[in-house]
């Protein structure tokens, strides 16, 4: 159970020390704010000029006669705190071209969340995915993260992105693949403005079909203030799940920032520095099945296919044989301590030799270290089943709420042990020179470099290091999937049951004393992936800005940008005891103290999995990696016990792809009165020419090995080839925005652009891979291949915004929008059956083959199930004894239960730890069916948005809410064929968040709520094609800071308060993909402004 908060904060002294030693009595009711409020220009009918050509910004295009009630231009004092920082977002909305939001700082130092997509997602439109409790990418209008631009003061961020740590099943082998930017990244404290531009911009690069979200930093020219400026934080932050750590180091760990600038009294010279470092320990309980297996119901209930026989009871059986059934193949509980550390430096340094040049150089370092060691236990299922309970398939979708199976003798319960690591590190240096010779005509030229990289961290230098053992003691098993489909699992054992070994050693499995305990643990298989990312970015670009009179303003530019991103993935296996334990117990004797037992389902805070006694039995060791070092080195020296235990290289892949793009824009802009009221409209148009470049090394496919009833692995050569492709393709992209105030401070806006994203990178390679069935081809597996496509053209979507804005006060507004995006080029898939490589199908049960004999004896002979099971036993028999089928039919009768129609399963993990199969000339070529990414479909996104914000009157309460309707043409048929791929855009759902606040009297306070509603993150998961829903989410946040003087305050923040968790589902609520338990951080902290 989880301690309670107080107590966790009092043991962390020095944080309390620290805030003893700040506070001064006093309360302060305005600052002198380092910043002006936005640019906004007061020169009646001046265009507004970019504060710096060289680095798009919002153009605000305002005047004087536009100021806002109570506001007197040119302020260089105002109030900080939540309620200037909305005021500041309200006066950039109001002044822009075209859609556009932000989110500004609420002083130097103190942005409005720890985390910046948490921030983003105040920003109407704008949605977030969560990892480890955190915001880490963004959707915005329905568009997920690899359709976002990301950019750092204009220029594109570099970006890598490997999401092991906190994944499911999938996470670790998972690879980097896509374009999107993980805003975990960056701490909050360094960043001045967030701004997110919805309507497509000439002068903005291109990249993002959803947004452009350009993160501005501070610079110490940009203030009007001089001297030496800036802040230092100190917070103590506890993680509510902490408490159930059993070593995740501190519960109260520390989050420092501070920020500091200088620039002379002149303003010729300054230098900003800011440098943060912030500490992170968790724990979180999870459930993840290994797969979802989509049937008709007549082909569920076909003994041909190995989930049911003759003996099987079958309860609420569904009267349509055409019905989907879905069915899990094991249930598996997780419990993983964590911890996250960020740390992040950033530099500026501004020279301005005259009032007419300035120089500009500055840097990024971002470093973001996250692990995560999770120990697993799960209940798989031989098959076929005893019991099935179908529920009442009122979505169309008929789900296995209850299973249950009694062995032939005993099977496994398996606890994975897994140690993920992972090291982002972000690099962004660069430079920029803005002329401004007169008033009307400015020049800016700037460049960077980037570098963005995820790589292995765990103590192997891997990414992830599994170990699994087992317990070979399961004599019956049941699952039940109770509420919203959280499993239930049940166990019966016998801990006694006698086996061989390869070699014909006899030994017991377990260790006969009637409990699971360390003595009945064998190892099994254990493996190390290793995921790399890189991306190197470099750009140069020349921006000019012309003020022809008074009205008009002409812009123009051109841009060079280079990126090279590698992704690389090694991956190694080796067999101990293989899956099924074919040598004695030997945890406790090889590894003496490294694994110990615990509970795993009663870490569930919130999901009752109603454990039965041997459930709560699980086990777990602190370092995957030492057990892995030591039985690793241990079975190395073990070469006479009938097991291959070296390693094997499962993945050796090495892909690059190097993007060229050459653009220009030209854009006007008039600023002016149309029927004696302000208008204003901007138009251009920008070119980008694109060329693209893969090179792929890859080993060689020899061998789809089938190692087990229903296990396969690619055996590879060690060299391998390089393969290379070239594509290319140029867009024009225009656009208009227009702006109308209708009466005074109503404001109607009509904006129209063309934008485009381009292809992930995982589409672009030039590599082909195979992957072995999931289960023989004879009872119905398929293999599969992927085929890349380095020619892809992005998509394009043709955009219009309208919208109707109310600012009646500098802190009021209410704003009503629609959006229609229609897209074109999104990208599909296309299957070609074909084989690849010459590779043999080993499992075809094609007649005059080795599986074509073991079909026949099967079904002839012995009136047996054609199940994985029988087929890989018999067809391995059958090699043992060089095709003589008489002496096979002999061994195969003496461990087969007519009556129970099953294997001794003894007998059948004998043979699995014994034998592999590789296919010989007899055998067929494979099928696989092969995927290569194409531009085949279209899709039409529309929606609405709908803002606002009040405050009453200097009561100091105010609230804020939004609200985004999303809706699509592209929606995805749960009960579609599973043999077949489908399309849909990901991340489309409707969003809303509502804020209450206080600030007033030095209090400043907030309480926000966030919510998403369902939305579908992934297609065509595993051989079935499977959807992956998330489930709606709703966070409720607090945060409160005391003003004790002018220059100190107090912080207290709550994050995360109802301890919300994440759910996915597949084609049913009940068929859960990933569920993970959420908890609550609070933070308190002082801050002191200098």
């Keep these: 159970m989880r301690g309670s908060i107080p107590s966790a904060f009092a043991r962390s002294t020095s944080v309390f020390a620290l805030v003893a030693g700040l506070t001064m009595p006093g309360l302060a009711n305005a600052q002198a704010a380092p910043d002006q409020t936005p640019s906004v220009q ?30 007197a231009p040119g302020d260089e004092i105002v109030v900080t705190g939540v309620r200037a920082s909305l005021e500041r977002s309200i006066a950039i909305k109001r002044d822009s071209f075209g859609v556009v939001d932000a989110i500004s700082a609420e002083d130097i130092g103190k942005f409005a969340n720890t985390n910046l997509a948490e921030s983003l997602q105040r920003i109407t439109g704008v949605s977030i995915d969560r990892r480890n409790g955190e915001g880490s990418t963004v959707t915005v209008r329905g568009f997920g993260a690899q359709y976002n631009l990301v950019t750092l003061n204009g220029r594109q961020l570099a970006t890598s992105n490997i999401v092991a740590v906190g994944g499911d099943q999938g996470g670790d082998g998972a690879g980097g693949f896509g374009r999107s930017f993980d805003f975990s ?213 008929a789900t296995t709420s209850f299973l249950s199976e009694t062995i032939n003798g005993v099977k496994d319960e398996a606890f994975e042990q897994a140690y993920r690591a992972q090291k982002n590190k972000l690099y962004d240096f660069g430079g920029n020179i803005e002329w401004k010779p007169t008033d009307r005509f400015s020049l800016a030229i700037d460049g960077h470099i980037g570098r963005a990289d995820s790589s292995p961290d765990n103590p192997n230098g891997q990414t992830s290091t599994t170990v699994a053992f087992n317990a070979p003691v399961v004599a019956a098993h049941s699952l039940t999937l109770g509420k919203n489909g959280f499993p239930q699992q049940t166990i019966a054992i016998n801990d006694g049951s006698a086996s061989t070994t390869p070699t014909g050693q006899s030994f017991i499995k377990g260790n006969g004393n009637g409990v699971i305990d360390l003595g009945d643990l064998s190892s099994a298989v254990q493996r190390q992936f290793a995921s790399n990312q890189t991306q190197r970015v470099k750009e140069l670009r020349a921006d000019a800005g012309w003020a022809l009179n008074d009205q008009l303003r002409l812009d123009a530019g051109a841009d060079y940008r280079t990126t090279n991103t590698r992704q690389t993935q090694y991956n190694t296996r080796q067999v101990l005891g293989d899956w099924g334990n074919s040598l004695p117990p030997d945890i406790a004797r ?173 589409d672009l390679f030039a590599s082909t891979n195979v992957a072995g069935p999931g289960r023989p081809t004879a009872i119905g597996g398929i293999a599969t291949g992927t085929a890349h496509n380095t020619d892809l053209d992005p998509l394009s979507s043709d955009n219009i915004d309208v919208s109707l804005e109310w600012y009646p006060r500098k802190d009021v507004f209410l704003s009503a929008g629609f959006f229609n995006k229609k897209v074109h080029n999104f990208i599909g898939q296309t299957v070609v059956n074909r084989n690849l490589f010459g590779l043999r199908d080993p499992t075809s049960g094609t ?59 003894g007998f059948v993990d004998q043979i699995l730890g014994q034998y592999d199969i590789t296919a010989n000339g007899q055998d067929p070529l494979f099928n696989f069916a092969v995927n290569t990414p194409i531009n085949n479909q279209d899709a039409h996104i529309y929606g609405v948005e709908l803002a606002g914000q009040y405050f009453l009157g200097d009561t100091g309460f105010g609230v804020a809410a939004s609200y985004t309707l999303v809706r699509g043409n592209i929606g995805i048929d749960i009960a579609a064929d599973p043999s077949v791929n489908t399309f849909a855009l990901v991340g489309l759902s409707d969003t809303a968040n509502a804020t209450l606040i206080y600030d007033k009297n030095g209090i400043s306070a907030r309480m926000s709520y966030n919510w998403r509603d369902k939305f579908l993150s992934g297609i065509n998961r595993g051989g079935d094609r499977n959807p992956v829903f998330t489930a709606p989410y709703g966070q409720l946040d607090l945060s409160v800071n005391f003003d004790l003087t002018s220059r100190f305050a107090l912080g207290f923040e709550a994050i995360n308060i109802t301890e919300e968790g994440v759910r996915s589902y597949g084609r049913d609520k009940s068929n859960i993909w990933y569920l993970s338990e959420g908890s609550a951080r609070y933070l308190v902290g002082a801050r002191y402004r200098f």
């Design 42 to 71: 007061a020169q009646q009918g001046t265009p507004q000029a970019d504060t710096s050509p060289g680095v798009p910004q919002v153009e605000t295009g305002a005047t004087a006669t536009n100021a806002m009630p109570d506001q």
């Design 185 to 397: 990244n960056l701490a909050s404290e360094g960043v001045k403005t967030l701004e997110v531009y919805k309507t497509g911009r000439a002068a903005i690069p291109s990249g993002g079909i959803g947004a452009a979200v350009n993160v501005v930093s501070r610079r110490p020219l940009d203030s009007k203030d001089t001297g030496l400026l800036g802040s230092l934080g100190v917070k103590g932050s506890y993680d509510n799940s902490s408490s159930d750590c059993f070593d995740c180091g501190a519960r109260v760990t520390p989050e420092v920032s501070g920020t500091a600038s200088w620039s002379d009294p002149n303003q010729r010279f300054g230098v900003s520095l800011f440098g943060s470092y912030q500490k992170r320990n968790f724990s979180f309980s999870s459930v993840a099945p290994d797969n979802w297996n989509i049937r008709s119901l007549t082909d569920f209930l076909n003994p041909g296919n190995g989930f049911v026989n003759g003996q099987t009871v079958i309860n609420n059986r569904p009267t349509n044989g055409n019905v989907l059934v879905s069915v899990p193949n094991d249930s598996r509980y997780h419990f993983s301590e964590a911890s996250r550390e960020r740390i992040n430096g950033s530099g500026v340094i501004q020279f301005r030799p005259t009032d007419t040049l300035t120089f500009t150089a500055d840097g990024l370092y971002a470093q973001l270290r996250q692990s995560e060691r999770r120990s697993t236990q799960s209940n798989w299922f031989n098959r076929p089943f005893g019991v099935v309970t179908f529920d009442d398939a009122s979505n169309g979708i």
């Design 590 to 762: 090889l590894a003496p103290g490294q694994v110990f037992q615990f509970c795993n389902v009663c870490k569930f805070e919130h999901n009752d999995g109603n454990p039965d006694a041997n459930t709560l039995v699980a086990f777990r060791t602190q370092d995957a990696t030492k057990l892995y070092n030591t039985l690793h080195d241990y079975y190395l020296g073990v070469t006479n016990d009938g097991v291959n235990h070296a390693d094997n290289i499962d993945a050796n892949d090495d892909n690059r792809v190097r993007e060229n793009i050459w653009s220009g824009y030209v854009q006007g802009s008039w600023n002016g009165k149309l029927f004696d009221h302000n208008a204003q409209l901007v138009a251009g148009v920008r070119y980008e020419n694109t060329k693209v470049r893969a090179v792929s090394l890859q080993p060689v496919p020899t061998a789809v090995v089938w190692t087990a009833d229903n296990d396969f692995f690619v055996l590879n050569t060690a060299d391998r080839q390089t393969l290379s492709s070239r594509g290319g393709y140029s867009n024009w992209l225009p656009s208009v925005d227009a702006k109308f105030e209708v009466v005074d401070n109503l404001f109607a806006r009509a904006s129209y652009s063309k934008t485009i994203s381009r292809a992930g990178y995982g």
């Design 847 to 905: 007649a005059g083959t080795r599986s074509g004999t073991a079909r026949e004896q099967l079904a002839g002979t012995f009136n047996a199930d054609i199940t994985d099971v029988n087929l890989f036993t018999y067809t391995a028999l059958l090699q043992q004894n060089a095709g003589n089928v008489a002496t096979t039919n002999a061994q195969f009768a003496a461990n087969y239960n007519t009556q129970s129609r099953a294997l001794n399963q």
